[in-house]
């Protein structure tokens, strides 16, 4: 399964975003092995970001998206993608994907 971690920079070490449409980067996994690091091209801009990610995330195959909040349309965009949502807060992706 292909999960995307939000990030603040683009590296294991780095701590889950307390975002998620705005976060800097998104690092995809699959079986727990990073395949694909994207850096957001959403994190700066007008509004609709949320939903837009989720746009992006869906076509990269992701089916979970871990980050330390997720606003309202962001949920939705996700929800009528089939993508599951976990909240991780505070800690490093290598912590966050040893939780799952």
């Known amino acids: 399964m292909k999960i995307a971690i939000a990030s603040t920079n683009k590296d294991e070490n780095a701590k889950v975003s307390p975002i998620s449409g705005r976060a800097e980067y998104y690092q995809i996994f699959e079986d727990k ?6 850096k957001n091209p959403f994190a700066i801009g007008g509004g609709g ?8 995330l869906g076509n990269e195959g992701v089916k979970m ?36």
């Open 33 to 38: 092995k990073l395949v694909k690091v994207i």
């Open 49 to 56: 970001a949320g939903p837009a990610a989720a746009q992006m």
């Open 65 to 100: 998206i871990i980050s330390g909040h997720f606003g309202e349309k962001m949920l939705d965009a996700l929800k009528e993608k089939g993508i599951k949502t976990k909240i991780i807060k505070e800690k490093t992706v290598k912590q966050a994907l040893e939780e799952i």
